[in-house]
């Protein structure tokens, strides 16, 4: 029985407006952000809520499926209604500078406490210089230095008068004391000393040597009592000091009293005001002077680096970061110039996106993640330790050893999401052993639905909120119509629709721009088809260049006559995600052999091993049905006309197998007719992808040279489910100028190609004369015979072919 062509009705799977549930997108009052994703929803449901180790989340699906917004906004609900973090602040450790400390506060009150501390040291700068220079503290100084003083000049004065006594001045010279003997209570000079008799002279000289000697001795006591007066003065200061100090940090710590480690920090930054409180005072006027160049005293220690903060009651952080290199993680020191060399110290610690999502969720794209270098063995190694260590990456891989600022760890608590597409999902499952064991929960995002009544309906009330948040006019319940047929569509197949939001949404945006050209109030869905139309024409080039040679003959495609070995197969290009149907002759070439069937695609290395094996199965096929009892005596060579480029998939061998037949028959074939497919071992023709392009692009050829009727594409009967062809090929087919087949086996197919029979073997396995089976088996039997006659006779060439 002759196959009929497909109706018109049977190419388009249109969708009714009666399905939207509005007359307009602006009726939607209520949003919708997510259609048919309940595996999906379930399993962040699920991994943000049980909150154990290695239970952080992969978000699967296609690029452009909105996962980004819809997780997002999945986690940013959760999070409003769970508990607020805490607050973290890096302090300067007094007995360990190189590791500063982390201090964890309340929601809240980082800001607070480190406002306070702010606070505490600027009125120390007034407080204790007022303290210094206060009458008391001027009172008891001036004690200790008299003291010191009286005590050195009560030295001076026992030797004084021990030798006055005996008639020798204590004088005092630039150089320091000497001795001098009197006469008559005035200094004697030289000349009249060693007019002296001998006698006297010596016994002066003695006297003066020992009073030299008591003098020493006196002097030499002079640093202990310096000293002595110092330590009494720097008790003095100390206590002066504590008096002012200490009162200040004790209020400071029965604000903050209940934080661990806070009384600690303040007790030791005390401790340390205390000590240095003369960097306080600097100002007064008996300070010492400081060296050339040396450096201002610092305060940056007493200084306290609000980390993180989140205010009370805002719940959880949601956390997306879109450079996730090695210090936007885990945390970095930064550096600044400093008498021509980098430092740093604590107040330069800046957190990572880990240190930002701690205590709630942090969001990452995994291709950019695991293209920086590092980052993710970094991520690994926080989330293993469950704790955020800041360290250098140069430190970190071992290329750094000068010393440098060993910040105290901060504990982890964070839930990871990764959002990639599937493919690297499993490379990382398969490859990285440790992959599976943080991240146990895949939510998978659907690209497409099903397309049902229930399934429009959601869709349409998602394209409203869509538009509403894109800020674009109303669209009518038929746009929103024609909005979900293109869903359909793009993905090529009319019993599902595309969910893909950013796709949808751009769609929108642009039917949105031409009807705010044309002046509309209300997208219709002419505007839709136009933005459609636009696209198309905007990404066409390559196509039309391609039509174009064909029509100028450069590539070469019959649309009518007969040839015999030759047909038209049918291929889909995909460049910059554009995808057209391209026609490409297919020809064959038999003589007797030994049963090989060459691949010149293969053969030359443009064959793909998909292409490859619908080869090999044609090969069954043939060997199967026409030489079940003995070898095929066949050598053909098969090959894509004018392909200058790689050759893959199967959806050709259908096509080559037809045209084999053809050669072995001697049949023409209708070069009308355009041919896809895939086939199996027992002749079946199976589904191929690109099923609406390939048809297109086959009568695009054929209206440019004129449509006579006669011309049409056959297709699998499994691929009609998938058909959502363009509205002036359903026009074409519907007034009787194109038609489109759908065949189920290659004897369908060839019947259609021919005109002839196919046959169906008898019993004995006899095809009728005449039928296009009978007319294969008895070439395949002649060719048998050849070949037996010229092996007995020796005269094969050693290739499989005679």
């Known amino acids: 029985m002759a196959i009929e062509p497909l109706k018109a009705a049977q190419l388009y799977a249109p969708c009714a407006p009666e399905l939207i549930p509005y007359q307009s997108t602006a009726e939607v009052a209520e949003p919708v952000d997510v259609v048919g994703q309940e595996r999906a929803l379930a399993a962040l449901a699920f991994g943000t809520g049980i909150r154990r180790d290695g239970y952080n989340l992969f978000i699967l699906g296609t690029p452009g499926a909105g996962r980004h917004g819809v997780v997002r906004r999945f986690l940013e609900q959760r999070a409003a209604s769970q508990a607020t973090p805490a607050d973290w602040c890096y302090v300067h450790n007094f007995e360990q500078p190189h590791r500063p400390r982390a201090l964890r506060f309340a929601p809240g009150q980082g800001k607070g406490f480190c406002e306070a501390v702010a606070q505490l040291v600027q009125d120390l700068h007034s407080t204790l210089p007022s303290a210094f220079e206060s009458d008391e503290y001027q009172a008891r100084r001036r004690v200790v230095e008299q003291e010191f003083k009286d005590r050195h000049e009560q030295a001076i004065d026992e030797i004084r008068e021990r030798a006055r006594a005996k008639d020798i001045a204590l004088i005092t010279t630039p150089g ?38 008591e003098l020493g001795e006196r002097l030499r006591r002079l640093p202990q009592w310096q000293k002595e007066a110092r330590r009494r003065i720097r008790e003095l200061d100390h206590d ?16 903050f009293e209940g934080t661990p480690g806070v009384a600690e920090y303040l007790d030791a930054a005390c401790r340390d005001v205390v000590d240095n409180v003369g960097d306080f005072t600097a100002t007064r006027e008996d300070a010492a002077p400081r060296l050339p160049f040396a450096p201002e005293p610092s305060f940056t220690r007493y200084e306290v680096n609000l980390l993180i903060q989140h205010p009370a009651g805002r719940g959880a952080p949601v956390v997306y970061a879109d450079l996730p290199n090695y210090p936007n993680l885990v945390g970095r020191l930064d550096h600044q110039a400093r008498f021509g060399t980098l430092s740093t110290d604590f107040t330069l610690i800046k957190p990572g996106a880990l240190h930002e999502a701690n205590g709630g969720y942090l969001l990452l794209d995994a291709m950019r993640l695991l293209g920086q270098p590092y980052a993710w063995d970094a991520m690994k190694r926080a989330l293993r330790a469950k704790e955020l260590r800041i360290e250098l990456l140069e430190r970190a891989i071992g290329l750094l050893t000068t010393v440098s600022l060993d910040p105290e760890p901060i504990p982890l608590d964070v839930t990871v999401l990764l959002i990639g597409d599937r493919r690297l999902y499993y490379l990382l499952a398969e490859y990285d052993p440790e992959f599976a064991e943080l991240f146990k929960v ?37 746009a929103v119509a024609r909005v979900i047929e293109h869903a359909s569509r793009s993905i090529g197949d009319a019993q599902r629709v595309d969910v893909r939001l950013n796709y949808l949404g751009d769609l929108l945006t642009q039917a949105d721009y031409f009807a705010r050209q044309a002046g509309a109030a209300l997208v219709l869905p002419s505007h839709v088809q136009q933005a459609i139309d636009a696209a198309e024409q905007r990404s066409g080039r390559v196509r039309e260049r391609v039509q174009e040679a064909i029509l100028r003959d450069t590539l070469l495609i019959d649309t009518a006559g007969e040839r015999v070995g030759q047909i038209n197969g049918l291929a889909v290009l995909g460049l910059g995600g554009v995808m057209f149907g391209r026609p490409t002759r297919i020809t064959a070439r038999v003589r007797p052999g030994q049963g090989r069937v060459l691949d010149i695609e293969r053969e030359v290395e443009l064959g793909g091993p998909l292409h490859s094996k619908g080869v090999l199965i044609l090969s069954s ?59 199996n071992q027992f002749g079946e023709v199976q589904a191929i992808g690109g099923v609406n392009e390939k048809i297109e692009g086959f009568f695009d050829i054929c209206r440019a040279r004129g449509l006579t009727g006669n011309q049409g594409v056959l ?40 005109g002839l029979p196919a046959g169906v073997a008898d019993a004995e396995g006899i095809y009728p004369e005449g039928s296009i089976n009978g007319l294969v088996s008895d070439r395949l039997a002649e060719y048998a015979r050849i070949r037996a006659a010229l092996v007995h006779g020796g005269e094969g060439n050693g290739n499989g072919d005679i």
């Open 621 to 679: 096929f043939l060997a199967a049905r026409y030489a079940a009892g003995e070898a095929l005596s066949l050598s053909a060579s098969l090959v894509f006309e004018q392909s200058y480029s790689g050759v893959d998939g199967d959806s050709a061998s259908c096509a080559e197998l037809y045209t084999l037949l053809s050669a072995l028959a001697e049949a023409p074939i209708r070069q009308s007719l355009a041919v896809t497919g895939s086939v």
């Open 240 to 255: 002066m000091a504590m008096s002012v100090v200490q009162p200040a940090f004790a209020e400071l710590k029965t604000a």
């Open 442 to 478: 895949a939510a998978d995002f659907e690209d497409d639905l099903r397309r049902s009544p229930d399934t429009t309906r959601d869709l349409a009330r998602l394209l409203a909120t869509l538009a509403s948040r894109q800020g674009l006019l109303p669209f009518g319940s038929a």
């Open 176 to 213: 320091g004391f000497a001795f001098a003997p009197l006469v008559s209570g005035e200094v004697m000079s030289p000349a009249a000393f060693h007019k002296l008799p001998e006698e006297t002279r010596k016994r002066i000289e003695a006297d003066i040597e020992q009073l030299e000697q």
């Open 715 to 754: 297709i699998p009967a499994s691929n009609v489910q998938h058909l959502m062809l363009r509205a002036d090929v359903r026009d074409a087919v519907a007034a009787g100028q194109f038609n489109v087949y759908a065949v189920r086996t290659v004897d369908e197919g060839i019947e259609l190609l021919t």
